[in-house]
């Protein structure tokens, strides 16, 4: 396998001397070993620039989400009560902790781009006496912002600077801080804050590898939670009890993650300590939002807000191309970057810690403009290969997920007394209605189902009558469903520019088709014409003739030089029996049946398998290419 460099927020790059350390096996009973652990202990202290008088540190086997999870269920006892600030992922973790764990919380959100306010966590501590714990993310990667965890503690020497809120510490609430991406990259004075937990992994900023988190807690909070634990392998009480002693972890330590940290440490110091760490990132960071705003990549966060550990970016403008696709070509190149998290915005992350330099930074771009080149590149050589752009309607240009006929094939299943799956109900979508409904009735289940309730087989009579009340359902549904897809009017304005027609087929009826075109063309998509199956005698997909009428229409005679672009395997079998060069699209789809939101709710793992289905559905069908969303069309045309 190649090798790569990890442009994430960890796990992240680390020295060539961090990975050698891993190769010792150490027994956890040795002296020597529990020296390193206490340290690293001692060590992660004078990080945190706390007293050992009042401050103590403990290690914890697992990732990030471990030491997260410990301090809540082992401080939070039942008689506290919990308020979680959140502008991101990792806070809404906090909440689902909180959730599993049985803990009394409120959640106050933030949108990704905003931090969290002093002022209006002072209003819920005075509306909500009964809060015992404030918890917070210092750096939310999900979107790169840096929140102000000073103005919300209000602890110590800092107090009295410009928006000082003095909210945690004056009112005297426990304060948590997840401090995952930024402990060792940001400098954090957690004693001057007044901060009671402070949480980090050894993936991170310190540069070690994944394997164990740490807390850094007041001494009189930690004692506070003796009892309180919800688990017994995260009760962080009983791990420092056992740790205090020698320096011996309470279950099987992660030796070779240990050692590794402790090299990571050593090297961090000969660096310069996190003064020089912090440059380092930072300059990274100014240098790649230089490097991308050059290219017209705007970054999702404002500047006052940006943090040094990644960045989150808008897609380019006026390019078609999807992440995956991007992805791929960085990490063949040498670079691995993370997709966006953001829900309201097409985005990618960069991160620029680890063992990352100047050097990758511009590199890095280098890459992502060579990429943006080419895609420029082969659209202007390849404009005249096509002189027009046939769309599928519901789920490829209009109606994300292809809802409307959806719906009505429920509800007139329903009606008949059968209640249909999703899955069955999508399986045939693409069809002539009436053939959409005598496969759903030949299906096993459905079978069985109608003769458990009518006492016989169905017949093409039935099969009418289902499809009929289909028929009326979707007419009463439609004009719900005419919102164009993302990204539609563009390339449809794109393509025009470039002298490409554009036509359209659907599985619709032409008075249904008089509804929704009409709705569609006030929210900017109208097609040059579109044909449905009233127009060829019913004989819809997968025949072609309604490709045939858009060309006959669009006074075009070469199918050679018409491009077919659809959401179904009725719409690719469509295309191919027409002879055209046909484009199936993966989001939106009917074939991918979610909508926008239940889709972008999707972990990247999810998504991709997700797709991965989708695509060899069109591919067996006989697609002569698969797009991630409409926008990949320009890469053909």
Not at 283 to 289: K, M
């Amino acid at each position: 396998m190649p090798n790569y460099k990890l442009l994430t927020p960890g796990p992240l790059t680390t020295t060539d001397t961090v990975k050698k350390e891993m190769m010792f096996d150490h027994c956890t009973w040795d002296e020597d070993y529990k020296k390193i652990t206490q340290e690293i202990r001692s060590g992660l202290l004078k990080l945190a620039r706390v007293s050992e008088d009042t401050y103590t540190c403990v290690l914890m086997q697992g990732s990030g989400t471990f030491g997260v999870e410990s301090v809540l269920t082992s401080s939070v006892g039942a008689d506290d009560r919990l308020l979680i600030a959140s502008n991101g992922a990792y806070g809404e973790r906090m909440a689902d902790i909180a959730e599993h764990a049985g803990l009394s919380y409120i959640l106050y959100s933030e949108t990704y781009d905003q931090v969290p306010s002093a002022d209006k966590i002072q209003k819920l501590l005075n509306e909500h006496p009964e809060i015992t714990h404030v918890s917070m993310v210092h750096s939310e990667t999900t979107s790169g912002i840096l929140n102000d965890i000073a103005s919300v503690a209000g602890g110590g020497k800092a107090a009295g600077g410009p928006g000082w809120g003095g909210v945690v510490k004056a009112s005297g609430r426990t304060f948590i801080v997840d401090a995952m991406s930024s402990f060792g990259g940001v400098d954090i004075p957690a004693e001057e804050l007044g901060i009671d937990f402070i949480i980090s992994s050894a993936n991170k900023c310190i540069q070690g590898v994944p394997g164990f988190s740490f807390i850094i807690c007041r001494r009189d909070c930690l004692a506070a939670c003796e009892g309180k634990a919800k688990s017994l392998s995260l009760d962080l009480y009983d791990q420092w009890k056992t740790m205090e002693k020698d320096g011996k972890w309470r279950f099987t330590s992660p030796t070779h993650v240990v050692l590794a940290f402790a090299q990571a440490m050593r090297e961090m110091e000969a660096e310069g300590g996190i003064e020089a760490r912090h440059q380092r990132y930072i300059s990274n960071n100014r240098l790649l939002i230089e490097l991308m705003a050059e290219m017209g990549i705007r970054p999702y966060i404002d500047s006052r807000h940006q943090g040094p550990i990644i960045t989150t970016f808008f897609y380019p403008e006026n390019h078609a191309f999807s992440f995956d696709e991007m992805y791929h070509y960085i990490k063949e190149r040498g670079y691995a970057i993370y997709p966006g998290k953001v829900t309201d915005a097409d985005t990618f992350r960069i991160g620029n810690i680890g063992e990352i330099y100047e050097e990758d930074i511009r590199r890095l771009c280098a890459i992502i403009g060579e990429f943006l080149n080419k895609k420029i590149q082969k659209r202007e050589k390849s404009h005249t290969a096509f002189d027009a752009v046939i769309f599928d309607w519901a789920g490829t240009t209009v109606d994300y997920g292809c809802f409307a006929p959806v719906q009505a094939f429920m509800d007139a299943f329903e009606e008949f007394g059968i209640v249909p799956t999703m899955d069955e109900v999508r399986a045939p979508m693409g069809m002539l209605k009436i053939d959409h409904v005598r496969t759903m009735l030949q299906m096993e289940r459905l079978t069985a189902e109608w003769e458990r309730i009518y006492g016989r087989p169905f017949t093409e009579e039935d099969v009418y009558q289902v499809y009929q009340l289909s028929e009326k359902k979707i007419l009463e549904n439609v004009p719900r469903f005419t919102d164009v897809k993302p990204y539609v009017t563009e390339i449809v304005e794109t393509l025009r520019g470039m002298g490409i027609k554009i036509g359209s087929t659907t599985g619709y009826t032409d008075e249904m088709m008089e509804i929704v075109a009409a709705a569609a063309a006030t929210k900017g998509y109208k097609p040059d014409c579109w044909f449905s199956p009233d127009s060829v005698d019913r004989k819809g997909r997968p025949n072609p003739y309604m490709i045939f009428r858009n060309m006959q229409f669009l006074g075009l005679t070469d199918v050679r030089r018409v491009m077919k672009v659809g959401d179904t395997v009725s719409d690719i079998r469509e295309g191919k029996n027409a002879g055209l060069f046909t484009v199936g699209v993966i989001e939106g789809s009917s074939a991918m049946g979610l909508s926008r939101e239940e889709f972008k709710a999707l972990s990247p793992k999810e998504k991709e398998e997700r797709s991965r289905k989708v695509r060899q559905m069109y591919l067996e069908a006989g697609a002569d290419a698969v797009v991630t969303d409409i926008r990949g069309v320009l890469e053909y045309i």
